[in-house]
């Protein structure tokens, strides 16, 4: 066999088609569950690229071999939000517990009321002298932040606040690749022809947003089109914070309206974004794709039932899960390691918003 395993040879090795191994690895389509965790198991065994260090986990080493100490059992997640299944944090968080689970922990769920956030202190169901780690999902509010990592207890933020522009945060930091393929996307527009772009979203909002928009700015820049104001969209309604429900509707109303011209193209921050924008087309008598290409980004369950379905950006979610649990289960285990940003692969997906 080669020395780079391929998806065929995962497929070649277990008896079934090359789809059924592509659909378990990017957590697409519909697996029985049995079938899905079969091939993964396999894709780790054979030293598959997206898999070939969750291997450390399965090494007879007792150097690697992670335990719990006898009170410290627990990891605890931190949320200001409910992560439904819309979120690709629900399918990441699965696995994460899994194999959480496979380590001897226990995995508990804490999320923060506001009052609880405005005056930075831990919920009540929080316990300190059970707690190994905390990963902290959905947790925008710097303050906070900074005040879960002077805990002096290993944290991991996936995704976090935006940190660019203010002192970094004293953890570990989870992303999925927030640039590489608006960059694509933006090339690919610009070869279509589509050369006034925009882009809509809270850039504010987390540090996420923050990257695609630099990704899509940059690849503007670099390829030698303006980013106009006002085909950048990127505050919310003076005194929200939160992207989606009807303020930020009425703020991107208001927005649009102002435009003489729509651009080709506008990039949303989300596919929620995406969604709330096309709410206010239909108000405003717009048309997706006929007057406006529209892309979004997560490849949530919505983006393929929207109509016209959306083009969007998937994220690997199984990678995430075993992502974070690499991240902070070194982290436990040497607690003196330098601070790492991880980003995770993601990849591109064409649909009806762009006429594909």
Known sequence: MA???????????????????SKAINNTGLLADSTR???????????YKQFSYVNIYNSSKPEVNIQPETNKKEISLFTS?????SHFASTMLDKFQRELSSLGYSFTMHRLQEHEIDHLVLPNSYNEE????????????????????????????????????DRPL????????????????????????KKRIGFIGDIMHCQSFYER?????????LSGLSCPEEYCIIKNKKGEHTPGYDPYREYLKEEIQKLEKLPDVFICANDFAAIDTMYVFKELGISVPQDVYLCGFDDSPESKVTSPTLTTIHIHSQIMGFSAVHLLMSRIKEPSLNFRKIYTETHLIYRESTED
């Not at 020395?3 to 789809?19: C, F, H, K, M, P």
């Open 3 to 21: 020395d780079r395993v391929t998806i065929q040879d995962i497929a070649d090795e277990l008896g079934v088609s090359r789809n059924t191994v």
């Open 37 to 47: 965790e079969r091939v993964l198991k396999k894709a780790i065994e054979m030293g």
């Open 81 to 85: 939000n409910f992560i439904g299944n």
């Open 130 to 165: 059970r707690t190994a780690g905390i990963i902290c999902i959905e947790m925008f509010n710097k303050d906070y932040c900074h005040m879960l990592c002077d805990l002096d207890i290993p944290t991991l933020f996936v995704d976090s606040p935006v940190t660019d522009l």
């Open 170 to 193: 004293k953890s570990d930091c989870l992303y999925m690749d927030n640039q590489t393929n608006i960059s694509c996307f933006v090339q690919e527009m610009i070869r279509r022809g």
């Open 213 to 221: 928009f630099l990704g899509y700015r940059n690849t503007m820049y």
